[in-house]
């Protein structure tokens, strides 16, 4: 096994902290087998893979003389001697002394066994038509397979670094792909005797070809010139032919067999010879309802990538694709994998980043395949399955190195398959299986992958296209849009050659640095440039200047909007000047005006039809504009507050072009408060598309983000609804998003996102626009139209703030954001912006009333303010080189700050007027008063004076009063602790008689519940008894008398005796057995007399009376005789209260008189 391929946990096993569960790893479950198994084989467990202190800490308890196992469940497993462990690996570097000193060491030196073993070992079985040409193929391997691998170790610099021996078995590999009709694979018959003549002719172009497509196929430019010498020069010296036109270099020219393994023009047999990869290509044609995306110009580069593509893969051979970004690698492979195939090749793709996980890449592979039997996985039978890694070595490194997605393919290509993660201890066979796979050279981001996972791969390097490359892609759809132009064809190399020279010139004056991290171009960016010119409708063009203008307008939108600086803009933009000059002979200011330049298609909001062409009325713009944004105030639940300044409208121009073209994705880059999401939800209004973002919440996470893209691309996918994605890096809670957002924008489509019965419908969906391209409707082409227009009408518009570190490890880590947006960078407001944001929020502010003059000058200041600590910021940097940043949200919360400090101003302003207003009215109206009271006090003395002796007259009187007074008061008081004294003694009276009672309660309670689960029912039936049993006879009997019903008298045994019969009166008594029910409930305790309990006493005393006894007779009978209980019970108790009852009586009638005198003195007292 591969010991990085899984984690710890899938490893060793490990403990969910969640669950609370342990999950086995799948060493554990290995060494298990061997211990518990009954033979006595020896068993090696060998880690191939490379070994760390992450996971190897571990095996240190196994590695000892104990050989024990230890895991964190706290289980130790004993291994038997029979048993070995063993470790593969490609170095030491970070393996620790302590697993070192523990292990026996064997070190393989490549240079010993040398590569004449390989050759040896292919010759050996080679088929047996082929074994006549054994030594021949010896002397040509000594004459150009070793030179030429010393060759490429010595004067030549590879794309990525090979091995000799890796690159030997590349070579042989290919020459069993050109022998592969003398093999018999497939069921295929070998060739006629007449193509079997031609092989003493195809040796040495087999090895030449091979040789070319092998070991020279990792060299750039430079090694393959001299490559091209190395062949062309032994070719003459030892006389080899077919001998190869003087014309380019040997890598231009496909080798034509003559109809041995590809059939000739004729259909028979033919001399072998070199045909150059272009002679057969047809003339690429555009059409007008071809896609942008969909067109795809051949030359040389891609049709001969692409032939070798193929073969390796028909070879059932992997193939790694190495090259800048830019050079064609995964269009070219695409296109091969989805058009070019044979039939039996079934494709998928994958696209790999820094988050990328080993066990993301087994399910994704393991949800592509069938099962074919217990233990075997592959694709439907007689079909083979091929993988596209694109960003083959974008997975980041461990700790100490290691990539597990990378480790976890290298599992399979050494050993055919991985370990099962469910089914612990399984090992997962897959067969009929290749990869293909792209990646650019190590640096910026991208990692060295592992030389062991490598030497599985054939390299075929993409190399910088060159100029006609260049010149005929780009020729062709420039001629395709100025040949529908009025008049203009005729600056078709104008255009052409300005487009490359800026390209280029690009490429070497603006090198990224960690500022400008950003700053990486590719042929995608010069591809923008002519998507932009097809934008525009070239029946519209009306003379040169236009062309111009358009050209110069899509220059800046690719390449100058990215720029961060002044000093850069000026730069590209002196650039563009300069080459206007040069290759079109106008004059650039004349030509390009001194305006800026603006392009769109949404001037006219009525049209139906919206027409991309230049912008010259500023005024209609920004009424437009504002017309857009009221609309869209009036539409949303958010209004939003714009500033339409001229920097602001040009960005959303700027945005509003990037969403209309199909797999238009942008990228804003700024700072905070710049305007970025705002501008983009009123350009994807004015596109009238549907925009959609997350929101954000403390509950969401993975889970919710897969589930909101999913239905985001079903929507772009099946409704083909063109929609806006709008991201902003503050909603990033994982970088599992970002990952995801990378996987979207290199191929439309999330790694096992969608549940089977979603692909079913996307199957269905798809099936018609497949069959109308006139494809084959297979799973795979379905899906990949699919992917087409999710990647078409899904626009991505991603928002980031160029600040730390984590900016630049984000493009690092995910490409597409570079590769696949357009960058906008949203530079600091200028003086302008400032003064117009200003100048609107002031006029907002209703609290501030001021002249115009004014105004004007506090606008002046807070632009001033807002410059001064730019200055100042940027002071301190170079000072300290600590970072200050200024936004313009600090701007706006100056502004911010100013509107409330004026309100809280003017508030407290207003308060301390109106407080003034208010003290100085009540002072004036007191004044008017005094006066008038002076007035009245002249009128009014005489009758005071009189009032005063009076007064006096009166205060005699009441001190006579107060005395009478005090003496009543006395008596009151004494009144008052009579009255409270007999209060509480009655109320003590009370409170025992009431604990008496309350004996009695228990028993009355029970009785009466129980007679109301009595119903008339039960009454009757003991009325309706004809020989009552004793029981009864005494229950009725003893009711009788409670209730004090006479009884009968009825004749007795002897002669003349009388004998009292209750029964049939009490049989009257239940006659209504409702009344007679209620009657008891309602009955009145206290009217039971001595005498009836004289009688009661005999029954009450009774053994055969107890409820228990009568319970076995009658249940209405058990009730009344509960009943009749608790009547003579509370006799008794209601017996010992009488007393009590007549001295609370007397106790409240004394409490009452006293209560009654108290009240008397009372009123006495108040009215004295």
């Keep these: 096994m591969n010991p990085k391929s899984i984690t710890m946990g899938q490893l060793y096993g490990e403990f969910d902290l969640q669950t609370h569960e342990w999950t086995d790893g799948i060493l554990p479950s290995l060494v298990r087998i061997g211990i518990t198994a009954e033979n006595k084989d020896k068993r090696w467990y060998i880690f191939d893979g490379p070994v760390d202190a992450v996971w190897i800490e571990n095996m240190n308890t196994v590695l000892d003389d104990n050989k024990k196992l230890c895991l964190s469940s706290g289980e130790i497993i004993k291994l038997r001697d029979t048993m070995t462990m063993m470790f593969e690996v490609a170095d030491l570097a970070v393996a620790s002394p302590a697993t070192v000193s523990r292990c026996g060491m064997v070190y393989l030196e490549p240079s010993v066994l040398g590569l004449q073993p390989f050759i040896n070992c292919w010759l050996n079985v080679l088929p047996p038509l082929a074994k006549r040409f054994n030594d021949r193929l010896r002397e040509l391997f000594e004459i150009y397979t070793l030179p030429c691998i010393d060759l490429v170790r010595n004067q030549t610099k590879e794309i990525l670094t090979s091995v000799d021996s890796a690159q030997l078995l590349n ?114 044609k555009i059409t007008l309802e071809m896609r942008y995306s969909d067109i795809e110009v051949p030359t040389i580069d891609n049709v001969r990538n692409s032939y ?215 042929l995608r960016d010069l591809s ?20 111009i203008r358009l050209w110069y307008h899509e220059c800046l939108r690719v390449f100058q909007d990215r720029l961060v600086n002044d000093e850069d803009r000026e730069w590209f933009n002196e650039l563009l000047y300069v080459t206007i000059q040069n290759h079109f002979e106008v004059d650039p200011i004349e030509a390009l005006g001194k305006d800026a330049i603006l392009f769109g298609d949404f001037l006219d909001p009525q049209a139906d039809i919206k027409m991309y062409r230049q912008i010259t009325d500023r005024e209609k713009l920004s009424n437009v504009l504002d017309y857009y944004l009221s609309e869209y105030n009036a539409r949303s639940t958010r209004p939003m507050k714009l500033v339409l300044f001229l920097d602001a409208i040009s960005h959303v121009c700027r945005i509003s072009r990037i969403i209309r073209q199909p797999m238009g994705n942008a990228l804003l880059l700024g700072m905070g408060g710049s305007g970025r999401q705002s501008l983009t939800r009123l350009a994807t209004f004015m596109a009238e598309y549907y925009r959609f973002q997350i929101e954000l919440s403390k509950v969401y996470g993975p889970v919710e983000w897969r589930e909101d893209i999913k239905q985001l691309m079903l929507k772009a996918g099946l409704q083909r609804v063109e929609s806006v994605f709008l991201f902003s890096d503050t909603q990033i809670k994982s970088e599992t998003f970002l990952e995801d957002l990378n996987n979207i924008l290199n191929s439309g489509d999330v790694p096992n996102i969608y549940q089977p019965d979603e692909m079913d419908s996307i199957y269905q969906s798809m099936r018609t626009v497949v069959q109308e391209m006139g494809m084959t409707a297979t799973k795979s082409n379905l899906f990949a139209v699919y992917q087409k227009q999710v990647r078409s009408n899904l626009h991505t518009v991603i928002t980031m703030s160029p600040i730390g570190e984590i900016f630049r490890a984000r493009l690092r880590q995910f490409p597409a954001l570079v590769n696949n947006c357009t960058i906008d960078w949203f530079s600091a407001w200028p003086d302008s912006a400032l003064q117009s944001v200003a100048l609107q929020f002031l006029d907002d502010i209703p609290e501030l009333d001021c002249s115009q003059e004014i105004l004007q000058g506090i606008v002046v200041v807070c632009q001033f303010m807002h410059a001064s600590v730019v200055d100042a910021s940027e002071l301190y940097r170079l000072e300290l080189s600590r970072h200050n940043y200024v936004t313009p949200t600090s701007y706006l919360e100056l502004l911010s700050s100013y509107s409330n400090l004026i309100n809280i101003r003017k508030t407290a302003l207003l308060e301390g007027t109106s407080r003034l207003r208010i003290g100085l009215e009540k002072l004036q109206h007191t004044a008017e008063e005094v006066k008038v009271l002076q007035e009245n006090l002249k009128v009014m003395k005489p009758a005071l004076e009189k009032a005063a002796i009076e007064a006096n007259i009166m205060i005699e009187k009441i001190a006579e009063d107060t005395k009478v007074a005090e003496e ?194 009372k009123a006495k007292m108040k009215k004295s």
């Design 528 to 547: 923008k440039v002519f998507q932009g010119l097809l934008m525009f409708e070239p029946e519209q063009v009306e003379d040169i200047t236009e062309i």
């Design 308 to 522: 070798m593509v193929g073969a390796i893969l028909m070879n059932e051979r992997n193939v790694l694709c190495v090259g800048p970004t830019g050079t064609g690698k995964t269009l070219t492979v695409i296109a091969k994998l989805g058009k070019n195939m044979h039939k039996k090749f079934i494709c998928d793709f994958l696209s790999f980043s820094a988050r990328t996980s080993a066990n993301q890449t087994q399910d994704l592979i393991d949800s592509k395949l069938d099962r074919r039997r217990k233990g075997v996985f592959g694709p439907p039978l007689l079909k083979r399955q091929v993988f596209f890694v694109d960003d083959f070595n974008m997975p980041a490194l461990e700790v100490y190195g290691a990539q597990p997605p990378i480790e976890l393919i290298r599992q399979w290509m050494d050993f055919g398959g991985w370990y099962d993660r469910k089914n612990i201890g399984d090992f997962r066979k897959i067969i009929d299986v290749n990869f293909a796979a792209a990646m650019g050279p190590p640096g910026g981001g991208r990692n060295p992958v592992t030389a062991r996972l490598l030497r599985h791969f054939h390299y075929i390097a993409f190399l910088e296209m060159e100029d006609f490359s260049k010149r005929n892609i780009f020729g062709t759809i420039l001629k395709f849009w100025l040949d529908r132009t009025p008049d203009q064809s005729s600056y078709f190399e104008a255009t052409l050659v300005s487009s490359m020279i800026v390209y280029s010139t690009i490429l070497k004056e603006l090198l990224p640095t960690p500022a400008k991290t950003h700053y990486t171009f590719n």
């Design 968 to 1161: 009543t008061k006395e008596i009151v008081e004494n009144e008052e602790f009579e009255a409270t004294k007999k209060a509480l003694a009655t109320e003590e009276i009370a409170e025992d008689a009431r604990r008496d009672l309350e004996e009695a309660m228990p028993a009355l309670l029970a009785a009466e519940e129980s007679l109301k689960q009595l119903n008339k029912n039960d009454i009757t039936e003991v009325r309706a008894m004809k020989r009552p049993p004793a029981g009864v006879i005494y229950v009725i009997e003893s009711i009788c008398i409670v209730k004090n019903i006479k009884p009968n008298k009825v004749p007795g045994k002897k002669i003349g005796e009388k004998l009292l019969d209750y029964w049939e009166p009490g049989r009257q008594m239940l006659a209504d057995p409702g009344l007679f029910l209620s009657s008891l409930m309602n009955f009145d305790k206290d009217s039971i007399t001595e005498e009836m309990i004289e009688k009661l006493t005999k029954y009450v005393t009774d053994e055969g009376f107890q409820p228990a006894k009568i319970s076995k007779i009658s249940k209405a009978c058990t009730s009344l005789c509960m009943w009749v209980h608790a009547m003579f019970k509370y006799y008794f108790v209601n017996k010992s209260v009488a007393p009590k009852k007549a001295a609370l009586k007397q106790a409240q009638e004394d409490l009452a008189n006293t209560m009654a005198a108290l009240a008397n003195a």
């Design 171 to 284: 070579f042989l590999r290919l020459m069993d792909y050109r022998l592969m009709p003398l093999s018999g694979k497939d069921n295929r018959p070998p060739p006629g005797q007449g193509y079997l003549a031609l092989l003493d002719d195809l040796m040495v172009p087999f090895v030449v070809n091979s040789l070319i497509w092998s070991i020279g196929a990792t060299c750039d430019t430079n090694g393959r010139n001299i490559i091209d010498s190395f062949v062309r020069r032994t070719m003459r010296q030892y006389g080899h032919t077919p001998a190869f036109p003087n014309e380019g270099v040997v890598y231009d020219y496909k080798l034509r067999d003559g109809g041995f393994g590809e059939p000739s023009d004729s259909g028979d047999p033919e001399p072998p010879h070199w045909e150059h990869w272009m002679d057969k290509v047809e003339e690429y």
